[in-house]
């Protein structure tokens, strides 16, 4: 199986709503990525989790929240967005180590009214 | 600090001729590079990598990659287009000093025209 997998496909949520996106692969991969990527642009690195640990946060402001509960799944828990974090986002897994190529899920398509 | 550019928003090329998407990159140690493809309304896919060894790498679908250090490139290039090549392609850095950090070139648009 080299496929990730992510929940919802699309979502559209109000400020003040509460929502999370979540992200599976079965891979045996021990990194694990979210990236956000408004239209046109290539995507930007959020957060980076290494054998369920955070590793890298690219300051991401804290309505965004993290989460990997084992190493198959990863949550972005979201609560009070902007209507400027409207975009793609993007989950991605890969064995550790920098030589390694990403494995990317199809995204989930956020709408933040 | 790592970076890479893309210096072409867009390249437009005929069926069945070369074609070249360019990346040149800034890295504090040895580099790892990626070229990766995104299709509309979809994630990205890996094509190939230069890690080290051979300077030539090829790829899926025909695609191939020139590693040049003292260029510092690594150019995408495929010796005949398809109208399905048409896609976005970003470039892609890490180094051995990079702590899991991923930088994306800007991004390439590839039309192909039939």
């Known amino acids: 199986d080299t496929e990730v997998t992510q929940t919802p496909k699309h979502l559209v949520m109000g400020m003040t709503n509460k929502k999370s996106l979540k992200c599976e692969q079965h891979m045996g991969h021990r990194a694990m990525y979210w990236y956000k990527q408004k239209a046109k642009k290539p995507p930007e690195l959020m957060f980076v989790y290494s054998y369920e640990k955070l590793s890298i946060n690219e300051s991401v402001p804290s309505r965004f929240s993290p989460e990997c509960p084992n190493s198959s799944l990863l949550n972005l828990h979201l609560h009070a967005l902007q209507p400027e974090d409207s975009a793609l986002y993007l989950c991605?897994?890969?064995?550790?180590?920098?030589?390694?190529?990403?494995?990317f899920g199809p995204g989930t398509r956020l709408t933040v009214l | 600090a790592q970076s890479v550019a893309q210096p072409e928003d867009q390249v437009n090329v005929a069926e069945g001729n070369p074609l070249t998407v360019k990346c040149t990159y800034s890295?504090?140690?040895?580099?790892?590079l990626f070229w990766y493809v995104q299709y509309p309304n979809r994630g990205l896919q890996f094509l190939l990598k230069y890690i080290t060894g051979d300077n030539l790498v090829k790829g899926s679908y025909g695609f191939e990659a020139e590693f040049n250090k003292s260029q510092t490139s690594f150019h995408l290039k495929k010796p005949f287009a398809l109208v399905s090549d048409s896609a976005l392609y970003f470039c892609?850095?890490?180094?051995?000093?990079?702590?899991?950090?991923?930088?994306f070139g800007i991004g390439t648009k590839l039309q192909v025209i039939p």
């Open positions: 890295v504090s140690g040895n580099p790892y």
């Open positions: 892609v850095v890490r180094d051995e000093l990079g702590y899991q950090k991923v930088t």
């Open positions: 991605a897994s890969s064995r550790t180590g920098e030589t390694n190529e990403q494995f």
